[in-house]
């Protein structure tokens, strides 16, 4: 099992310019989130997902937009990038809540984005 | 609205013990702790659940208050592994599908 995994690694881009982060899991879980993760602010949910075809906002949507057309991947797209969207951006998963400790979060290696 | 945790930074020798809140302002239905190396992503530790009993993991072990809306992770006997920083992240009442709000994090650091 890969687990969570995160493509692109590491991306530098211009300002104005469009990317999508592509988050897959190989756990068959329901859940899928994308965070923010700056210097001293801990980790933000941009968005997140309980389910194929579903998604909804988190903490700090503004600026990007997420799919999930297949239950193991979840897109997180920034459609004009801003200096301030630079960040590492970790995916993470995770199975049914049901009180029985199914609600862990399996995080992703993250990705570093600079936007110049 | 995240949580807060207390303290933001703590140095410790080897073998000394350390303890980090975490605060809520909201009802809380679970905690979540992790712990993510410089560089790394996060790694769960354990949740507590609403009404469970403290729970442990090897030398770490941690607590939830409901009333009080808070939970402490102790640290006993600390390793050079236990370096990191501890992310606490409640989930609110009727469970955390929608995600986890995390606390700013602390830092601890722990010294031979």
């Known amino acids: 099992n890969a687990g969570v995994t995160q493509t692109p690694k590491f991306r530098v881009l211009k300002t104005g310019q469009s990317m999508t982060l592509l988050c897959a899991q190989d756990?068959?879980?329901?859940?899928m989130y994308w965070y923010r993760q700056d210097p001293g602010m801990g980790l933000r949910l941009i968005h997140y997902?309980?389910?194929?075809?579903?998604?909804a906002k988190g903490e700090v949507p503004d600026g990007y937009n997420v799919s999930r057309l297949k239950k193991q991947n979840f897109l997180l797209g920034l459609e004009s990038a801003a200096p301030s969207q630079t960040s590492v951006y970790f995916c993470a998963s995770s199975g049914q809540y049901g009180g029985g400790g199914q609600e862990t979060q399996y995080f992703g290696p993250g990705t570093r984005l600079l936007v110049l | 609205q995240q949580p807060v945790q207390s303290p933001q930074a703590v140095i410790l020798r080897e073998g000394e013990d350390a303890v980090i809140n975490c605060s809520s302002s909201?009802?809380?239905?679970?905690v979540h702790w992790y712990r993510q190396k410089h560089g790394e992503a996060p790694v769960f530790l354990m949740i507590l659940l609403k009404g469970g009993e403290q729970k442990g993991h090897d030398k770490i072990s941690a607590s939830f208050n409901e009333k009080k809306q808070q939970s402490s992770l102790y640290l006993t006997a600390s390793q050079l592994s236990y370096s990191g920083t501890y992310f606490c992240g409640p989930s609110r009442a009727g469970g955390g599908a929608d995600g986890l709000t995390f606390g700013k994090g602390t830092h601890l650091i722990i010294q031979p």
């Open positions: 909201k009802a809380l239905y679970s």
């Open positions: 997902s309980v389910g194929e075809g579903t998604t």
């Open positions: 756990m068959n879980h329901e859940y």
